[in-house]
Structures are given as C-alpha cells and as structure tokens.
C-alpha cells in the first residue's frame, strides 16, 4: 500500500501547536505557512497511528515504509526492499510505504525529469514493477478516467484505455479533459506501469468496497493493460466501432439502387441455400449441446432448424425482395408556396439493434428486414445458438458485395458487450429485445434507445352479459389454448356479474378446466367459482393458466384492464353494439378486439409481412409492428430560391398534391 | 453522536484471544459463540479509540456517554443528561453515545414493549427528543425508505415519508417491501421522532459526503416531518397524483364528443377574451418584476403579452377547434378474412409534459392542442412568467367542464418538482421541451420518457460549384439574418472549392460580413479568407455568426454535414440537378432543401397548423411536428366470433378496404 496525507495531518496539527505557543501579539503578525516537511514529520506517525487502529480492527498487523527517491539508485537498496517486502508478506503484515518527505531533498512534490519517481503515483507504479505486484490498483476521487471532464453530462467513463487511441487526447488535449489535476500523474503512471507489464485499475476509493470490486473482476474504474490495443474488437470501443461501421455501410445501402437492394437479397436466398448442409452441421453442433446441457425442450425445438427450414426461409427472403421498396416512398407531397413543393418521405432509422434468444432463424429474418429497409443492423443471439448465428451471419454477410461492406451486419458474440451497445444512444436508433419479459424489462432499463417492444402481455378477454355464450367460449379457449406461452394469450378472463350461475358460463368453466387450465381467481371470483385467489391481477402466466374476476358492468371491466393490464391485446365479446362502442372507444391498449380471439394480434394475421415485434409503447409504433417500425421520415424541399424575409414576400398555397 | 459497533469489534478482538489461549485439544471441541456482553465490553474501548482516533485528526475531542434504559427511567438523569450533553458541546467536544450493553440487562436487541429504547435507532429518537435536535440523521446502508425492496428496478427512493401514505405499506406490508430488516427499525424511530417535532432523515452512511449534503439541504433519503402530509401536492406523490389526475381527466376527455371537445375549446376562448384585463394586469405585474430583477430585453420581450394577443390567442383557438378532429380517425382499414376488419386509429397519446421558457403564450397555444388532441397535460414555465401562467391556467381550466375535471390540466409551479415528474414513465408519455439547448439536453439526459425536441440546430447549407451565386447571396442571407437565434438559422455555410476566388463568392462574403455576420473559418476556410479559426465545427451561434468551410465536392460535403450537424436542416444551393438529387437523397437530416432558405422548416410554413416543436429524433416524429406527434394508433379489430386455432380454418384476404 502507498499512502499520501502525512502533510495534511501534520498541518492540522502543526497549526494547533502554533496556536497554543502563540501570544497574542503573534497573532496579529502576517502567518508564515507551515513548512511542508515539519507538517510531513509531525503527520506521518499521526498517519501510522490511524493505519494501525483501523487494520488493528481487522486484526491485521501494518508496518511503515519511508522511501526516498535517492534510495531507488542504490541496486542494493532495490534487492533488500523486495526482500523486506516478502517478509513481512509472508508475516501477513502490509507494507505501508510513503516518500520520506521529511528527509527528501526534492522541492516540488511535482514530475522531475531526473527523478526516478515524483508522487505517489509514480512510486506506487516503481513499486509495483519492483515487487513485481499482480495488479495495480490506483484509487481516485472520481470512478476512473472519463473522456471529458468528469461530471458533464457527454463524459463518459472509458473502461479500457487504449495507449493508440486514448493516449493524445491526455498528453496533447486540453488538461481540464481528463477531468481534475490529480488524474494526469495517474495516468501517467498506470500507462508505465501497465505497459511494463503490471496490469492496472484507476477506480474510486470513495466507492464502497471498489478494491474487493476490482479483484472480483467487476466492471468498474479504468483498465489499463498493454494488451488493451488487441481488445479494440471488444469493450466500449469495440461496440462502438461496429455500430458506426454498421452506420456507415447502412448509408451506403440507402444510396444503391432499390433494383440493388433486392438483389443482395435475391444473393442471400441462394447463399443459404447453397451453404444449407454446412448451415445444418453447426445447427447440429448447437443442439447437440443443448441437449447434453439439458436445457428444457422448449429452447431446443426452437433452436433447431429443421428440414425445409432453410428453404423456406430462402423464399420468405425472395418474397420480401419482391416486395414493393419501402424506403423513399413520398408519404405526403404539399406545394407550400408558388415553385416550393415539399414531401415528406419514408427513409431508413440508421443502426439497429436486435437481442434475441434460441431461435437462430430470426436472424435470417431480421437481417433480410434490415437489408430491405436500408438499416445497419446488430445481432445479439442467445450463446445456445452461437454455432448456429455465427454461420448464418457469415453466410448472410457474405453475400452482400464489398461497395457496401460486410460490417452492414454485425454479429455481437459476447453478453458483456450488450451493456456498451445500450450506451451508443448516438449511433444506435432503436432496439429490438426479443425474448423473456426479463430480457425485455432489463433492456428498458438500462438504456436511453428507444426500445421496440413489450415486457408483459397481459391481454383480457370480457364476457359481457349480452354475449353470445357459444361463441364467448370459443374465443377464450382459443385466447388461452392455441399457443399459452405467446404475448397474445389471454392471461384474465372479465365475466359481467349477471352471467353468474348462468348455463353458458357454467359450460365456459368446465370446458375451461377440462382443457387443463389452471384456474385462478380475483377476489369475487375465487369465492364464487372457488378457486385459489390469484397472487397478483396484473400476471402473466405464460402457460395453461389464467385469472377470472367478475366484474359488475362494462365499465368496471374496462377500469380493471386500464389498471391491471399492459396494453397490449384486450377484447369483448357482446351482442350489445353500445357495449361494444363503449369498449373500443376507451380501452386504451395497443389492439382493441370485438368478437375476435385475441390470437389475431400478430404481425402476419394483420397483413403486415414480416413481423418486427408488437409494441406496447405509446411511442412510434404500437401493436404488431411490421417494415415500417423500422423507417422514420425525412422531409425534402424543394424550391428555386425562396426565401422567407420575416413572410414578406411569400404566399403560403398549403396545397396537397397527389402523391 | 449515537454509535454500534461496540459487540462486532469486541468480537473480533476476543475470537483472538480465545485462540490464543487454546491448546489444539480446545480447538477440536464444539466452539461455543462468544457471549455479546463480553464482547460489547471489550469492543467498546476499542470503538471509542477509533472515534478518538479519527475524530483527532480534526482536532475535535470525542466522549464516550453509555446509557441504558433504566437509566431513562429516572427523570433526575434526564435532567443531568442534558446539562451534560450542553457542557460538551459548548466545549466543542463530541459526545458519542452507545447503549451500555455490557452493563444492560435487556437480552435481546429487538424492540421491547416495556422499554423506553430498545436499539440505537430508537435510542437516537429519544434523545434527540431529550436534547431538542434540529435535525436527526439516520445513516443506512442503502439510500434512503425505498417504496419496495432497494435494488429491485421498481422500487424506488421515497423523497419524503408521507404517514397517511406510506403507514400501511410499511407496518401491515410484507416485510420485504421495506427492504433490509434494520430499516423497519429506522422507519419507527424516525416516524416516531418526527412527529414529536424533530425532522428525521434516513440516508447512507456509505456515500460520501451524505450528513454534508443532508444538512445543506440537498435532495437526498428520506425526509421525515410532522407537517409532511400538507406538502402533498408537492414532490414525488403531487408530481405523481397530477400526472394520474391528468390521465383520468384525458380518458373522459376522450369520451365525449368531437363537438364537446370542439366546445370547450370555443368556451377556453371566450374565457380568454372576458379575462381580458385581468390576465393583462398580472403580465404586467410579470413584466415590471422583470424590468425590475433586470432580465435580458429579448425575455422581456417574449414574455410580454403585447396588446391585441390575447385576442389573437383566442382566434387561433377558435380556428383550431374548427378543424377536423385528429382523433379516432381510421388510418387503414383491412379485411383480414371474410367478416374480420382491422382498423388503424389515431388516437391521443395520452398525458404530455411540457417545459416552456418565459413566453406565456405558448401556454394557451399547448393546452389547446392538447385539449383539441384528447390529451392530458403537465405544464411548467418559466418562474419569470409565474403569474401570467398561473392567471392563464385558471381561466383555460376554469372553462373545462366538471365531468371532466379541471385536472385535465396541471400547472406545476416549482422547479423541483420537473425531477418527480422526469420519473415518472409509467404515467407521462411524452416530454416536450421548449427553450434553450440546454434545457433540452438536460431533460433528456434525465428522463426516460421519450423527448420530442431537438437540442442543436447546427443547419448547413452548401454552395454547390454549379448554384446560381446571385440566388445563393440571397438564400444565405435569409438562412442567416432572417432570425439568428432560431433553430432553423444557417450556423455553417459550406462552399465547393471550385467556387474560391471567384467574384460571385466573394460578393457573398463581403455581403455576410456588411451584414454584421461574425465570420469563423474551418482548417481551410480560416486560411483562404483569413477569418478566425472557430472553436468547432460542431457549433451553434444564435446569433449573428457563422462558421465557413471550403470541401472538395459534393460528397465531402454531405461528409462534413453528417459528422459535424445535428441532423436538423442542411440546404444545398446547386443547378445541377443531379448533384442536387445526391445531395436530396445522401444527406441524413430532419429536413433537406434544394435551392430554398433553411428558414422554410417550420411548422407554420410547412403547413401543419401548431407547431408543437421541432424533432430531431428518429423515432415518432421528425423535423417540424403538428398535432400528429400528439397521436398514436390504436389497432380495432371487428369480428363475429372468429378464432384462430393454429390458423387451420381461416382464409386471409389481407384486403384493403376505403377509410
């Protein structure tokens, strides 16, 4: 351990006894500020005393190091320090070193060129190469080395340091960029340090329990190590690269013609085919671990590509190239004034990012989407299906042409990346979580991207009183049978109070049961039908289970789903067409059904091609969302030197022109 | 000071002891646990040695005061206690009390019904009480009484402890819902002190500098005071009850009529112009206060409700609800199969925030568009407009009618409260910022509610080799003088190098400049005209400024737009068509002209009625936004009892159907 603050104690205390011993008259005099070396001498033993209270309390033994930066030139001096070291290590007694400042000549406790050290930093750095220390661990006042000025809100915390691409910016650039004074000497010496070979962290000490952080390997503080320059593919850097690569081949997808875009398509379709049986060996290999891995069988079958697969999404692809090019589309094309006609028009969002689990044939899916829209895309598949992605992204990749470049896509293979992808708000525009409500919730959570998608789907269906029975159990069956583990389940079951006791109802019930649905109740269905109070009313279940409450009328069915549902699927099922205006009118959810098994809420049922997700965000897009969840507009002038001129001269027409 | 410790460093101390007083025979029988009494009895010394220790290096003397409950029990001592505690801290000396646990015959540590403290928290209430406080500090190990279990993504930090509120969670709750065990303990003491009269705050003891903070008022814990449910329309449960409030009011709202709607709009204008006076006097009252704390002329100016605006303001209102309702109109409608029609709706998004900057008008023009849009809305301006806000916002509420609550609309009147609002994404939907970039960029670094806005307005617009040069000197100019500090002003002008000596350029020049236009040149530009390096080709002005720039071409120009613009409006002057339609396609902005000013992207002059703001977001809405990026859609759907069943049974049509 190398400690500073001897100076600090002894002044405090140097100034007490100068208090004491002075007299009045004294006291009136212009004070002399203490000697730095007397304050040194006086605080060190005051430094000691505090050391060895507190890992007295650890019952750990500390000892006293004072060294001078003369004493480095002496190779004695250096042989008998590793040996004085190693024996009070071996004792378990920690070695608490310091410059001797009382005895040392230099002046200025600042960088000397013919110093061999010159602060702690700098010692702590020589000591650690001559002890040949595993780690170095530098503590700060702030978390680690930031990008600008600690505190503003565009620094960042670099994670990595990278001597190639950090090293200017701290040598050259303005000093108030690598934040307050102390942190330019500890850069300094960790840059020595960690490329003589001792790995270093710079990290917060006011951070509780940041060292035990650091040797567990936790993310936090600067890292310094000579290796860092081969790690520029991974860490913050590495994201970073490959979401701007991914930016810049996206733009120039977008300036190809859409004649070009559909033939790297067309390419891509033959290149799956053509690798199909290279393409099924790794699938193989993927779930051949999965299943030594015993993983449920559920992840399995949708881990596996089985026969036909790779034909059928060959032709899915080939379709979507024939589809009608949705970008540069005019949406909207209005004369503003005489000679002015401005259109607003459909253009690709930039930089997607995907996460996905188990299922390797949403890769295919999501990048042929991303090709056809003219966006940049990442991949992040589960590590179950790593085999399976990485040749399917080698294959896809491989058939996009090099005035274009391969990095269009990129592939993300490890889960610690994902934090530094949901950083890149400026060149990431959306992402896309496809997965567990986990995933789902953990994504929103940690970052400022937009997120397309939805955590929970709780979708209800209300059996009002005027329904026809018959059909009621229909819906529900198929609202909670077809397929228990997708978001458009049927998760509660409204039934209006005047169906109790009631013939069809009682059917509904036992059909319900007798399909093996678990049945929970809200707080007046549990004692009617008596069953188990469900735990929660806002729940998902996810599988041959559902909630019933009953409620009193239409309007209490509607403020149970405003205030235990997720705004994603919610239906009626009536005869009364007031009833069921009343319920498409002000059930605020991303769909709204009448009559229909909620099931239908899918991208391919509604006619939307390829399905991106179903969004229950306000924001964008909302409900199933298919291509044009992926476009944002872009409005284009054009004028022959219009000005404005505070409105002087122009007459506005605002005409709509066909488009 | 009230402390613990005292049994965990005795522990430690006596294990050691034990240890060393074992012969290996000891060691192999059963350990028994070492008595807490012993234990207290030796830790405490030690404790205090530290306090004492850490406590010199500041030059302040601590004391050790060990009381138990009996003692309490004698009012003599209660007397005596204080006299002491007061001789000590007149001294400025530290008392540091413990609870004597090794003279105290009370077994276990947990609360006793019998006793007048039964742990530190609760002997830290009752002495703050004996020693009349001004404040209690708690030090946690987690931040503060969280609303579930602290590190959970919902739980989150109670600012102020509400006892109306937050009582039941707390004592009936799970226990799991107030986090940690000892924080129940906390929450007693602390409830139980503050409403004896001393305020409490429950806060780490593991952040730095947290008692500092506390006590210099900071927002940080939880604040306990006795008066803490009167300031229930303030901090986090007013900022929350508003935005439900809001909600609530904008769902009935949206359940009335479009000609309700229409009418209450119509009443909100006649209201305006019978207030007349009275909404005058208290601008005036604003502009006086103004003059007065000297405020910059151009706020003055915007803050001002110039004679004839009220009127104007209630024609505009008058012409908006004359327009077509924007809500629940059909987007698309599709026959999904025979019978099934799906329908794309517009409808509200739901609950706005708006953060406005001194012009009161921008009040009246949002609550009408979010009254015409079927929104709720939040509203915070500026304090320099405090009253004309206030008088506005009581006669616009005053003309909503009680079915569906003045709530509809909420003025929040103090600062703090923008930080609870920022937080609450599960009620609010959309941000709207209008004012300085920094405002801007404050609230979206802040929030995860989406943010319509744009922070920078860094427009281009580039001279092409072919632009016509006469056309070009007047589009510059307008892009620049017209409004310099609008976010639609030009902030670089980028000229192909082709262009450099010649006479057209350098009239243009010599135009900006006699024009009053400040000139910075980038690298290039700074040498050719000899101007001033600027700082960054990333800047915005706002002001009569620019920064100038020589590229080779076409595409060093689109480079220099999408590496130092802010996606905004970027311009190219140019006859030639096909550099014109490269530039039209390539450039990735909000809005891109060809040959017309900059200042033409505007909601207004783009023909979209109100403008609510200006996006560069990708997502939602981009470039000058109506009332349309107030909307979302809703998916309708209409059967007659169809299900899906695996899609066995149904034919999709996918038809397009007329709207």
């Known amino acids: 351990m190398v400690t500073s603050g001897a100076v600090g104690v002894g002044r405090q205390r140097l100034r007490y006894r100068k208090l004491v011993n002075s007299s009045f008259a004294d006291l009136q005099k212009p004070q002399v500020e203490l000697d730095g070396k007397a304050c040194a001498s006086v605080g060190q033993s005051g430094l000691m005393a505090l050391y060895d209270t507190l890992f007295s309390q650890l019952d750990v033994t500390s000892s006293q190091l004072l060294v001078t930066d003369s004493d480095f030139k002496d190779p004695d001096f250096r042989m008998q320090l590793s040996q004085t070291v190693n024996t009070l290590l071996a004792l378990r007694v920690i070695p608490v070193f310091n410059e001797n400042d009382a005895i040392s000549t ?219 090019d949705p970008i540069y589309r005019v949406l909207k094309r209005t004369e503003l004034a005489e000679g002015i006609i401005l259109e607003k028009t459909s253009c690709p969002l930039g930089v997607l990012l995907i996460v996905f689990e188990s299922r390797p044939d949403a890769l295919v899916q999501i990048a042929s989407l991303a090709i056809r829209s003219g966006n940049g895309l990442l991949l992040k598949g589960g590590k179950e299906a790593m085999r399976s992605n990485a040749i399917l992204h080698k294959v896809i990749t491989g058939a996009i042409p090099d005035f274009i470049g391969q990095k269009l896509i990129g592939l993300v293979t490890s889960r610690d990346e994902i934090p530094d992808l949901l950083k890149l708000d400026d060149v990431i525009d959306l992402v896309i979580p496809r997965g567990s409500n986990k995933l789902v919730d953990q994504i929103k959570e940690s970052t400022k991207i937009p997120v397309l998608g939805h955590a929970d789907g709780i979708c209800h269906v ?123 009118h002000q059930v605020d959810s991303a769909a709204v059904f009448y009559n229909a098994s909620t099931r239908f809420c899918d991208g391919a049922r509604f006619g939307l091609g390829a399905e991106v997700g179903i969004s229950t965000s306000r924001i964008h897009a909302r409900g199933p969302v298919g291509v044009e969840g992926l476009l944002t507009t872009r409005w284009i002038l054009k004028g022959n030197g219009q000005i404005v001129d505070g409105d002087k001269g122009v007459v506005y027409t605002h005409r709509n022109l066909p488009v």
Not at 177 to 205: D, E, H, L, N
Not at 278 to 302: F, P
Not at 312 to 323: F, G, H, K
Not at 493 to 508: A, P, R
Request: proline content about 3%; hydrophobic content about 40%; charged content about 25%.
């Open 106 to 324: 230099r002046k200025a406790p600042y960088e000397d060129s013919f110093g061999i050290f010159w602060d702690n930093d700098s010692l702590a750095a020589l000591l650690a190469l001559e002890l040949k220390a595993d780690l170095l661990v530098l503590l700060s006042d702030v978390e680690g080395l930031y990008s600008g000025p600690p505190g503003e809100p565009h620094s960042k915390l670099i994670h990595t340091y990278v001597k190639e691409r950090h090293q200017s910016e701290i040598t050259f650039g303005d000093k108030s960029r690598v934040g307050r004074g102390g942190m330019t000497a500890k850069v300094k010496a960790a840059v020595y340090a960690a490329y003589a070979g001792i790995p270093v962290v710079i990290t917060s000490g006011f951070t509780t329990d940041s060292i035990t952080k650091v040797l567990k390997g936790e993310r936090v503080g600067t890292l310094f190590h000579q290796d860092a320059s081969k790690w520029m593919l991974l860490g913050e850097d590495g994201a970073h690269n490959m979401a701007v690569s991914a930016r810049e081949c996206s733009r120039r997808l977008q300036t190809v013609s859409s004649e070009a875009r559909k033939k790297i398509l067309l390419d891509i379709a033959d290149a799956l085919e053509a690798n199909e049986e290279l393409i099924r060996t790794e699938n193989e290999a993927d779930v051949a671990a999965a299943q030594q891995a015993e993983y449920e069988k559920s992840l399995i079958s949708r881990l596996t590509l089985k026969p036909g697969k790779i034909s059928s999404l060959a032709n899915s692809i080939r379709i979507l190239a024939d589809m009608e």
């Open 462 to 584: 209300y059996v009002d009183k005027s329904a026809d029975m018959e059909m009621a159990k229909h819906i529900v069956l198929d609202a909670k049978i077809d397929y228990p583990a997708a978001c458009n389940a049927m998760e509660t079951l409204l039934i209006h109070k005047d169906l109790l006791k009631t013939e069809g109802l009682n059917d509904l019930i036992v059909e319900l049961k007798s399909e093996g649905v678990a049945l929970f109740g809200g707080p007046r269905a549990s004692l009617e039908f008596d069953i188990p109070e469900a735990p929660l009313l806002h729940h998902e279940y996810n599988s041959m289970a559902c909630t019933v409450e009953v409620v009193d009328d239409i309007h209490a069915a509607i403020d149970h789903i405003h205030h235990h549902g997720s705004a994603h699927t919610d239906c009626i099922i009536a005869k009364d067409l007031e009833a069921a205006e009343i319920f498409l």
